[in-house]
């Protein structure tokens, strides 16, 4: 496939245009003209730029790319030596953050809820459309331990947990990654749980004093299924030979 038609497909199928982001989407450092095969994973780290080296990959698809806003200019230190890495093997990079999260089939919240069999129902944000975070419900409603358990099996990675109701769960909200801000707008809407990557100092005084359940089951532990199911979708639809690789975070 021409990389100008990987960069088609990638913008008709997440629809970066449709949300405002805190980096640029799409194409991220150009390399060569002809992509066969890709290697798919969370970030656009100097470990994973290396598999893909050694995999003699053509591109890179990540959720967690580069220029950030805010972030410094000047291209030294580990930017330099993985921007680097990038031109000399002539290795494409592509990066889909927030489209990716939302996408109501391949994103990481579609994903995380079929994992955990989660139904969404709606937006967690009012008037927001797309909206970030979203809820739903537990198609088996259980307690805060066993739903605990549960991420824990299926994300193989045991989550930060505040257990304030004592009652079984039946209505939640998500967001992956770093979205433990949203905590405060589900419980105002009276949900029961909030799941999430990460938690933050006053997470947890937020689930106390606001009687709502939480869980941070790991920012790289919750996105990596997003990715991965993107990846899956360009072998099965375009015949590209696509690999993910999990570079393990514990955070």
């Not at 066969?36 to 656009?44: E, Q, S």
């Not at 995999?55 to 030596?81: L, S």
């Not at 532990?221 to 696509?242: C, P």
């Amino acid at each position: 496939m021409h990389r100008s038609e990987l960069v088609s497909v990638l913008n008709d199928v997440l629809k970066p245009s449709q949300i405002r982001d805190f980096c640029p989407n799409g194409l991220q450092i150009e390399g060569k003209e002809h992509i066969t095969k890709i290697v798919t994973g969370v970030t656009a780290s100097q470990a994973l730029i290396d598999a893909a080296i050694e995999q003699q990959a053509d591109a890179i698809i990540v959720h967690h790319g580069y220029f950030w806003k805010n972030e410094a200019y000047p291209i030294t230190g580990m930017k330099k030596r993985r921007i680097s890495a990038l031109l000399n093997n002539d290795i494409n990079l592509f990066a889909y953050h927030l489209p990716l999260d939302i996408h109501p089939d391949l994103g990481n919240n579609a994903q995380l809820a079929k994992l955990l069999d989660i139904e969404f129902e709606a937006g967690l944000e009012p008037g927001s459309s797309p909206s970030v975070a979203v809820k739903g419900r537990l198609r088996t409603p259980m307690s805060a331990e066993d739903f605990a358990d549960k991420i824990a099996q299926v994300l193989n990675r045991p989550p930060l947990v505040s257990n304030v109701r004592n009652k079984p769960i039946e209505t939640i909200a998500w967001c992956t990654g770093g979205g433990q801000g949203y905590i405060d707008l589900a419980a105002e809407q009276g949900i029961d749980a909030f799941l999430t990557g990460e938690a933050s100092e006053q997470t947890m005084h937020s689930s106390i004093e606001q009687n709502i359940d939480f869980f941070a089951a790991g920012h790289h532990a919750t996105e990596r299924y997003g990715i991965k199911a993107l990846g899956e979708y360009l072998a099965k639809q375009y015949g590209l030979a696509v690999q993910f690789i999990d570079i393990d975070n514990p955070v």
